[in-house]
């Protein structure tokens, strides 16, 4: 009975119940189990989910861990449902070498909150020049596949296909950060009426669109893989639907913020909704909606990007960009896909489990048995005020506080051990020590 978990009638993504074991790391049984564990949960009422898996997220360490920390970040994820994040490059240093990549992975098995697989840069230094060092990445400890300068587009179109062609050799993955430079010079908000009116200047929808189709043309001349990350306009998920329907190999990512926000929250001139790409229009929004829904978007990704206070609370054409959503977003998918109808919970598991992991070439295992016990529980009829309360991590930069939004995270639950137990995240000193024991029992190397 050591190091085992039993959720008692549990809904499988399905609709059916179905009590789940976990034992040693593993899910040892889905069923109705008759076997005794060391600990035995009342699920009843609770969503089951494989660990949610975000591609997307800005961690900040090394570097600036006024913002975030490797751990504080993990700790986000793990109260949001997620049990893996790949963090995003723009580090200091750079993650644009073996040994970043690797201080990355380390810190984040010491953690024990999450599977932190790191993102590394397409440039050194995400100058946008020369090649960063992407074989000595992906033959790394943290075997990386994924590369992208985002915060910056890599905008060289020779750059671009020199990089696809490069990955190629190992299954990898350029998510391209689509951004037209010099068409967003001093960009604050989305291009448009309301921008003029504001006094902001805009960044046009067009500036997006102009780089995913350059670059899913050079991903086909090249029979490379391309993922768009944080597509934003109804003309990118038309390029993107047409890029898939000529067969080429692109995905794309949309933020739970561009599901659901608007470029109207601008008039505020309250920085927490300054973000990049911008919020967009009503009629962006819903073109996402059914770009998701119908499969044109891919998965579901936060672009989790946390600020410290003095950076957001300010006036807005000094204020960073970026939001924070590791700790919302699937209550965001929730309220906007799943309560309209839009998407099912089956079609939750792959947007915001299966298929990121997949793109992210990891080995997704779901709910079966002998698969490592990377799980979620979550309360879909719960509804709570999002408050700084439920955010757990370093910054408060979320534009949802004060929403009602649904769902509760009831349990999380990493490599067999929980790190969220009846919605209180489990303190750091026991999930290491939880993490400790797994890898030594697995050996899985600490450092």
Known sequence: MSNSLLFRQATLPGGEQADVLVRDGLIAEIGTISSEASRVLDAAGLRILPGLVDLHTHLREPGFEASETILTGSQAAAAGGYTTVFPMANTSPVADNASVVELELSRGREAGYVQVQPIGAVTAGLAGTALADLKGMADSRARVRVFSDDGKCVHDPLVMRRALEYVSAFDGVIAQHAQEPRLTEQAQMNEGELASRLGLAGWPAIAEETIIARDVLIAESVGAALHICHLSTAGSVDVVRWAKQRGIRVTAEVTPHHLLLTEDLAESYDARFKVNPPLRTSEDVLAVRRGLADGTIDIVATDHAPHPSESKECEWDVAAFGMVGL???????LLTMVETGELSWVDVERVMSRTPAQIGRLDWQGLSVGAPARLTLVDPGARQVFATEHLAGRSTNSPYLGR??????????????LTVDDGALVPAETVAGHALDYAMQRGVPRG
Not at 404 to 417: D, K, M, N, S, W
């Open 404 to 417: 009602v939004l649904p769902g509760r995270i009831v349990y999380t639950a990493f490599e067999g051990y």
């Open 327 to 333: 700790e919302s977003a699937l209550s965001i998918v």
